[in-house]
């Protein structure tokens, strides 16, 4: 293994730390913790947290600012946030308005998230929250209840964060985000595992030939190894999966995001974008927004995802082309 760090099991507080140091117009770090809080002023509008294990980056400090998330608690690798210190970013988030949360739906972090609202309303911070689950490649896997929360997370941050930079109460915040999670899908693809600092091995090893179909952003297993397919042969996989699940239809309009995760060049991202397009296209599918790049990682993994926001809604469209004051966005 070789990685840039020092000691690995300070590599989440000297990444944070750096952050800070090249980003301090826009965030800082809420001292004797690991969360993230944006630098704006106090305007008693509704707080946004978000947050999970660091090895995902830029999410989620990296969408802390202006016109998306307050505040971000960071885990250690692949590992949720405590209770305690998910309790110190929605303090940090609450300007009196309230707070909500946005949390993916891994085991640990729907349960530490869930004990940090409670402690938060025994202080008076009136705290609502949405489960996003995102990943129809596989139910109940490793850590996971149900569906995994992946990429489409960034986009329920993006949506809600403008909802809250308008203004929006706390109970128009919960109806919106309700309504969102359902209508976003979301699948990815392997070429290799991933190693954490610690650890120092390989989540999964695939030969020179293989990928894994519906990995997760830990490294869990997907539903077929297989041999290396054409970048159009991946892309007529997830995207035929993802429409069957929408059952979109000729005249839908979709936003559509393609994550890198860690390790793919957006060489081979925008050429996989391509051939998204022309499929959707082939399908007279309407695409109303793009976004390419590396939003949701998995450390240095190479590979993919696909996200598909099915626009049911067009202020969607409107919220995630809305100007942002972000590290990653």
Do not use: C
């Not at 051939?275 to 949701?296: C, N, P, Q, S």
């Amino acid at each position: 293994m070789k990685k840039i760090m020092n000691e690995p099991e300070r590599v989440v507080d000297q990444m944070l730390d750096g952050m800070v140091r090249a980003y301090g117009d826009l965030v800082e770090r809420v001292a004797g913790t690991d969360v993230i809080h944006r630098l704006t002023p106090q305007d008693g509008k509704v707080g946004l947290v978000s947050g999970g294990g660091s090895g995902h980056e830029p999410a989620h400090a990296g969408y802390v600012g202006r016109g998306m998330l307050s505040a971000a608690a960071n885990g250690a690798v692949f590992t949720s946030p405590t209770p305690d210190q998910i309790l110190e970013a929605i303090k940090a988030a609450d300007e009196g308005a309230g707070v909500f949360l946005i949390i993916k739906n891994y085991s640990g972090d729907v349960m530490n998230f869930e004990m940090a609202q409670e402690l938060a309303e025994m202080e008076g911070i009136t705290v609502q929250s949405v489960i996003v689950d995102d990943d129809i490649a596989v139910e109940d896997s490793l850590y996971t209840q149900g569906k995994r929360g992946v990429a489409g997370t960034v986009l329920v941050h993006k949506i809600l964060g403008h909802l809250a930079e308008s203004g929006a109460s706390l109970d128009e915040i919960k109806a919106a985000a309700d309504a969102l999670v359902p209508e976003i899908k979301s699948l990815g693809i392997a070429l290799t595992g991933t190693t954490t600092p610690e650890g120092g091995k390989e989540s999964f090893n695939l030969a020179e030939d293989e990928i894994e179909y519906g990995v997760g952003i830990h490294g869990e297993p997907g539903y077929r190894t297989e041999k290396m397919k054409t970048s159009r042969g991946l892309a007529e996989e997830l995207l035929e999966k993802i429409v069957a699940d929408f059952d979109l239809t000729a005249g839908d309009h979709v936003a559509v995001l393609v994550n890198g995760m860690g390790g793919t060049p957006l060489m081979e991202q925008y050429v996989f974008t391509n051939d998204v397009a022309d499929l959707l296209a082939d399908r007279e599918i309407t695409v109303d927004f793009w976004k390419v790049g590396d939003y949701m990682t998995s450390i240095e993994m190479q590979g993919l995802s696909l996200t598909v926001l099915r626009v049911s809604d067009d202020t969607w469209v409107d919220a995630l082309n809305a100007p942002v004051e972000t590290i990653g966005w």
